[in-house]
Every structure is written in structure tokens, then in C-alpha cells.
């Protein structure tokens, strides 16, 4: 089965998108797994699925590189839009996207005409645990000391219409992600997993970070990962509320705003390639 695709990233957080407006699709999980291959597919953290929407210019649908489905992805979205404006399934500056998380209102940034980047209306930052979830007590879990894998750390949880864990520390790149970044993601305290952020504060204004993202391991970016970063940082006393805050990742920076009433990220989103993937259901 041929299907046409178009490899995106956005901080290097790459993804392989397939637009259903022009083609049928196999089953999605089976088809995540096996094109976000590194060595024997196209590559990427994971593939994006384009589709008619009832309420929005279109509908979202990620999928993690180990098939599972996530309700939001950030960079995602960000270059979802630019392939809407590209193709010209909805040729709008502003756009409106329905995801698992609801629907996102993004406004797409341009250089001499080009679609470089955009500013993504998150929604709001979720912090009760029962809503992220996180099997703890009380109205948030800000600064709290647990024990995951068999180690004592102080988390704070928050939802970004995916659940997050957010470890403050002095050194990321020193971690051994590969190492405790499973055990982040498959402890019991998170029963839908979790993606975790181990972040430095560098001043008032500025995170440094590193992310595991569940089901796709190490990425080297995550749009909603650094929401959660800076409202964790926030609601820990490190950032000001309302102010632009920025985020580097190992792919590149993201600036991110955290209001009472919304969190807004801004960010790039580049095309890398278009082809023909042949998809083999016998594999």
C-alpha cells in the first residue's frame, strides 16, 4: 500500500504526518509503530494523522512511536497548522484544530510568506491530581517528595491535556535519562504514564530542560513538556506568572506564558521531506 506523507519537526521533535483528506488509512497504531522506525521506517517520534473535523478546519490524532495515542502533542500542532496552510486544506492565518484535549486555536507566523512557525493557545494548565492523573492526595502536587524507582525525588504534576511530572535539578544533561526516564514513565503513582521533565532554572526568565516522553522515549523536544516545565516553575516560585518564558531543549527554544486563564507556547515548525511510504500489513 503506498501512502503519500510529509516529515515535520518542530525543535526537532519530528513527526511523520498522513492527511486523510486524500487518502484511506490502515489501522493507525500499526502504522505509528512502523514508519516512526528510525532504521527500517521514515523516522520520527511518532506520526500525526490530518482529518475532517465537525467543529474545527481539522482534526488532530497522535501517535506515539510505540503505537500508543496521546490526546495533545505542542510541536505537533504547531507544524499540523503549517501543513493545513501549506496544502491549502484551510488557508487561514488563525486556525482552529480539534485534539483529544479539545480544540486549540493556533496563529500561524510568517517569513516573506512562509509559514515559519506559531503561537498555540494551550488551554488551561490542570493541577488537581485526580484529573492528570497522579494517585496523590490534595489539591495539587507541587514540591512533593516521592520515591520512584527505588530513589527519592520532589515532583510537581501538572496536565497539559497529557499528564506530566516535573523534577527540578541542577545538571539535566548530566542525567542518565535512559536509565530513569522508564521508571518515571511506568511508575505506579501515574496510572496512564507519564511524560517527565527534568529542568534546570537558569534565572527568573529562562529554563533549561531535558524530556522523556511516554511511549516515545528521549525526544529532543516536547511543546507540552515546557508548558508544564514553566507552570511548574511558576506555582515552585522561580518564574513569574505572565511573563514570556523560555525553554531550551535540546532541539532548540520555545517561549512559553503561563496565565490563570490560558498558557500560550510559541515555537517554529519546519517541513524536512514529503514521499511515499510503502506500508506492508504482512509485517
Not at 514570556?244 to 535540546?250: C, D, E, G
Request: some cysteine; glycine content about 10%.
Amino acid at each position: 500500500m503506498e501512502l503519500r506523507f510529509t516529515k515535520m519537526h518542530g525543535c526537532g521533535n519530528d513527526y511523520v504526518y498522513f492527511s486523510e483528506f486524500t487518502q484511506s488509512l490502515p489501522d493507525r497504531a500499526s502504522l505509528a509503530r512502523k514508519v516512526s522506525d528510525r532504521r527500517f521506517g521514515v523516522g520520527g517520534d511518532g506520526a500525526i494523522f490530518i482529518g475532517p473535523s465537525d467543529c474545527a478546519d481539522a482534526k488532530m490524532r497522535m501517535f506515539n512511536a510505540d503505537g500508543s495515542e496521546a490526546q495533545m502533542c505542542g510541536n505537533g500542532i504547531r507544524c499540523f497548522a503549517k501543513f493545513l496552510y501549506d496544502e491549502g486544506i484551510a488557508r487561514k492565518e488563525v486556525l482552529r484544530i480539534e485534539t483529544l484535549s479539545g480544540v486549540k486555536e493556533i496563529r500561524l507566523q510568517f517569513t516573506d510568506g512562509e509559514v515559519v512557525g506559531a503561537a498555540v493557545e494551550m488551554g488551561q494548565a490542570v493541577l488537581e491530581p485526580s484529573r492528570i492523573p497522579v494517585l496523590l492526595d490534595g489539591t495539587s502536587v507541587v514540591d512533593r517528595r516521592v520515591q520512584i524507582g527505588g530513589e527519592s525525588c520532589r515532583i510537581t504534576c501538572v496536565s497539559m491535556g497529557n499528564p506530566h511530572c516535573v523534577v527540578f535539578t541542577d545538571d539535566p544533561s548530566a542525567l542518565p535519562l535512559a536509565e530513569i526516564g522508564p521508571a518515571f514513565e511506568r511508575a505506579p503513582l501515574f496510572p496512564e504514564r507519564v511524560n517527565t521533565e527534568f529542568v534546570r532554572v537558569v534565572d527568573r526568565t529562562h529554563l533549561r530542560m531535558r524530556v522523556w516522553e511516554r511511549g516515545s522515549g528521549e525526544t529532543l523536544a516536547c511543546g507540552t513538556g515546557a508548558c508544564a516545565a514553566v507552570v511548574a516553575a511558576v506555582e515552585n516560585g522561580f518564574c513569574p506568572k505572565g511573563e514570556p518564558i523560555s525553554v531550551s531543549l535540546r532541539g532548540g527554544d520555545l517561549q512559553i506564558t503561563y496565565t490563570d486563564e490560558q498558557v500560550r507556547m510559541q515555537g517554529p515548525a519546519v517541513t524536512v521531506c514529503r514521499g511515499v511510504y510503502l506500508f506492508d500489513e504482512t509485517k
